[in-house]
């Protein structure tokens, strides 16, 4: 059996997370060893006391299962603790160990499995793949951070919260909390000195590991990372969360000031935008997202941006999302860019529901064209995005990399345009629209015809 040992970059960070601290956030590029680290860590916690427990959640459940359960934590454990029993139970989806010991994996997209997890009391909470849940989520779990328990020492277990990711924007709540030192919700600072300036939040730590501090990575990786559009070579190689693009059609600070906790109840009408690619399946790496964005439009004419349910699957994957979130904000319209698929995409959303009758729309001009009016709707203050803003990070590091020139990147922004399709529907395609000459502001935040 091979020797187990720590990269010397995990070395560094791991003597991070034995700090006085409970909050230990690791971002940076792919296959860096952040979960691996994490797991580690976890083990030795679980290990060390008894009857212990410990969680490890994801947005997806079957993708914790898939990449954190069968593979990254029994292989850690196999190697670092070869001596040490565990078995997993696959009914409930638990490691459990000798000491009676358990760590719990989780899904955030199942209610049965959040109520157990709210149900129950944790001595460390590890949020993986934190990009893709929201600060609601997150601060939810921070509740069950609670579990008093003692070590073989006799002593208690510090409780720990672990998170990690490959950065998206600065609009997520991660970088918010952890390194502007602001509350993500209403952008305050978290800790403040005499004379009111922000100060590094308390009880937090940050580190950062890429995929360049793991000598086990072949370098034909590293070179596939290094030829990727800048985005992505930003987020996966560097580890970076992403700025807008020079000129940009929209702005960060835009978003920051058009979040709405729910829209109001008088929308007029509901879009669902959909920007289809040729996905396989969640597994086809070469494939584009689905782009599935849900808006809507008040009698005032202020657009509500009410859900991002892009995703990667199959033909008969994605229509089914798409037609659970047509249901679910109970929309008027399914707007489908035609370009790919052609009269598949028709087939593939009937074949769910045959109620549905898409309209098919063609791209006959440049990307950047058709966003331009719809970032001069936010530019008036006449968007707002409702929910937890973490939940449209994806989306709006797109919306960012949309310039006058064209869009800033060679993969496809699906998320940015099915936005735009989905607004360009209830806003331009009618002819209903006020030139933004004549609009006059109201209530003191926004305009209207």
């Given at each position: 059996m091979p020797e187990f040992s720590l990269t010397e970059k995990q070395s560094q960070v791991a003597q991070t997370l034995i700090g006085p601290e409970t909050h230990h956030l690791i971002y940076g590029g792919s296959r860096s060893g952040k979960t691996a680290l994490i797991c580690y860590a976890?083990?030795?916690?679980?290990?060390?006391?008894p009857k212990s427990r410990h969680l490890i959640a994801r947005h997806h459940f079957n993708h914790v299962k898939a990449s954190v359960g069968r593979d990254t934590f029994p292989k850690i454990l196999e190697l670092a603790y070869p001596d040490v029993e565990c078995r997993f139970d696959k009914v409930t989806s638990i490691f459990e160990f000798a000491n009676s010991s358990e760590v719990w994996l989780a899904g955030l997209d199942d209610?049965?499995?959040?109520?157990?997890?709210?149900?129950?009391?944790?001595a460390t909470i590890f949020v993986n793949e934190a990009s893709q849940v929201s600060y609601h989520a997150v601060t939810t779990l921070r509740t069950r951070l609670a579990q008093n328990v003692k070590d073989v020492s006799g002593r208690m277990l510090p409780l720990r919260a672990y998170y990690d990711l490959n950065p998206t924007s600065r609009g997520h709540?991660?970088?918010?909390?952890?390194?502007?030192?602001?509350?993500?919700?209403?952008?305050?600072?978290?800790?403040?000195?005499?004379?009111?300036?922000?100060?590094?939040?308390?009880?937090?730590?940050?580190s950062i590991m890429n995929p360049g501090d793991n000598p086990h990575l072949p370098a034909i990786y590293i070179e596939e990372l290094r030829s990727m559009p800048l985005s992505k070579r930003m987020r996966f190689l560097e580890g970076r969360y992403l700025e807008e693009a020079p000129n940009s059609l929209w702005k960060v600070a835009q978003f920051d000031s058009c979040r709405m906790a729910r829209p109001p109840d008088n929308l007029q009408r509901i879009a669902v935008g959909i920007d289809p690619s040729g996905a396989r399946g969640a597994d086809d790496d070469k494939a584009d997202d689905i782009g599935i964005?849900?808006?809507?439009?008040?009698?005032?004419?202020?657009?509500?941006?009410?859900?991002?349910y892009t995703m990667k699957g199959s033909p008969e994957q994605w229509a089914k999302e798409?037609?659970?979130?047509?249901?679910?904000?109970?929309?008027?319209?399914?707007?489908?860019?035609?370009?790919?698929?052609?009269?598949?995409v028709r087939t593939v959303i009937q074949a769910v529901d045959k109620s549905i009758e898409p309209k098919m729309v063609t791209a006959s001009r440049g990307k950047h064209v058709r966003a331009e009016p719809v970032a001069a709707l936010y530019e008036?203050?006449?968007?707002?995005?409702?929910?937890?803003?973490?939940?449209?990070?994806?989306l709006e590091s797109e919306l960012v990399r949309f310039t006058p020139n064209g869009f800033s990147g060679t993969e496809s922004p699906n998320?940015?345009?099915?936005?735009?399709?989905?607004?360009?529907?209830?806003?331009?395609?009618?002819?209903?629209?006020?030139?933004?000459?004549?609009?006059q502001p109201i209530m003191g935040f926004g305009y209207s015809r």
């Open positions: 976890i083990q030795a916690r679980a290990i060390k006391a209610k049965d499995r959040v109520d157990k997890v709210l149900g129950t009391e944790f709540w991660t970088y918010k909390e952890f390194i502007e030192g602001v509350d993500p919700s209403s952008g305050k600072p978290m800790r403040v000195d005499e004379q009111g300036r922000a100060l590094p939040p308390f009880d937090r730590t940050v964005v849900v808006v809507g439009r008040d009698p005032d004419g202020v657009g509500y941006v009410l859900g991002d798409a037609v659970r979130a047509f249901r679910k904000h109970q929309a008027d319209v399914m707007v489908c860019e035609r370009n790919y698929g052609g009269d598949m008036s203050c006449r968007v707002f995005h409702c929910g937890e803003g973490s939940q449209y990070a994806n998320r940015a345009d099915a936005l735009v399709w989905a607004f360009h529907e209830l806003f331009f395609e009618a002819g209903e629209i006020t030139p933004f000459a004549t609009l």
